[in-house]
């Protein structure tokens, strides 16, 4: 699938820029403008939403650059079952889900927190004609997780999208790799490591064994106030698990843009082997 979004396209952020009833404005713009006609119905919702970005307010999306990226992993590796962690108001969801079904897969589950922004996603990806394919899990992602895999809804996951909390990425893998849903062939593809950052992702998936033993015995790092306080009322979760020190990890950073032009990368990670 390609986009019309380029560099640059996108309004820039504003000082409050979700939650504040763009997401609601965004689903009827895309109700009131979408052609029932339509023979890519994936493609036409996602253009809107571009179209959304640039002439009437900011969206916290992926982007088309940063989306090209995994749609391009997504056709080499062809997954089965992909999760993402954060669907917001479901662009990414329909972007990726719409190519994981192009290229043979059979399930897409997206863990999103917020359950206003769920709806929305919900509502987008409906429209899309993605509904055979996606799953929603609404609430906390890190006692989702668990809560899924116990139920038996959550096995192996052939690609990972992490675009949530950034806190939670590291403590969020950890879960994956202790529930055994992180094997090797595992791709994970990390949003926003470069804007707003996550320097603590990346020193974890980058260790080896002994680097991540030591990095346990110490603290889980820090991040800018800013980046802890702006998502504090969706981020409360106590759920941790150990993580396995033992997976080998090969990681790259892909430098890319912001749908606003402003840079950042996404961080392809393939889980190569399992030490003893």
Not at 18 to 41: A, I, Q
Not at 239 to 267: C, K, M
């Amino acid at each position: 699938m390609t986009t019309t979004e380029s560099k640059g396209d996108y309004r820039q952020k504003e000082e409050i820029w979700f939650d504040d009833g763009r997401e609601e404005r965004l689903l009827e713009h895309v109700k009131t403008k979408l052609d029932p006609k339509s023979k890519n119905r994936p493609e036409s919702v996602i253009r809107l939403i571009d179209d959304f970005g640039v002439n009437h307010n900011y969206m916290m999306n992926v982007g088309a650059r940063k989306g090209e990226i995994v749609t391009e992993l997504i056709a080499a590796h062809k997954p089965q079952t992909m999760i993402e962690l954060g669907s917001y108001v479901g662009y990414s969801t329909i972007l990726f889900a719409a190519a994981v079904r192009e290229n043979g897969g059979h399930e897409y589950i997206s863990f999103e927190r917020e359950h206003k922004f769920a709806g929305v996603a919900a509502a987008l990806v409906d429209l899309a004609g993605l509904s055979d394919i996606v799953r929603f899990v609404v609430g906390s992602s890190s006692s989702s997780l668990v809560s899924e895999h116990k139920a038996g809804r959550l096995r192996r996951a052939d690609m990972v999208f992490l675009d949530h909390y950034k806190p939670a990425y590291v403590k969020d893998l950890k879960i994956l790799e202790s529930l055994g849903v992180i094997g090797v062939g595992s791709v994970l593809a990390a949003d926003n490591v470069i804007e707003p950052g996550n320097p603590t992702y990346l020193e974890y998936v980058r260790s080896n064994t002994q680097e991540k033993h030591d990095l346990a015995a110490k603290s889980s790092g820090s991040f800018p106030s800013k980046t802890i306080n702006q998502y504090k009322e969706y981020a409360s979760d106590d759920t941790e698990l150990p993580g396995v020190p033992e997976i080998v990890y090969e990681s790259r950073l892909v430098h890319s843009h912001e749908p606003t032009g402003v840079p950042d990368g996404v961080e392809i990670t393939i889980c190569k082997a399992i030490s003893s």
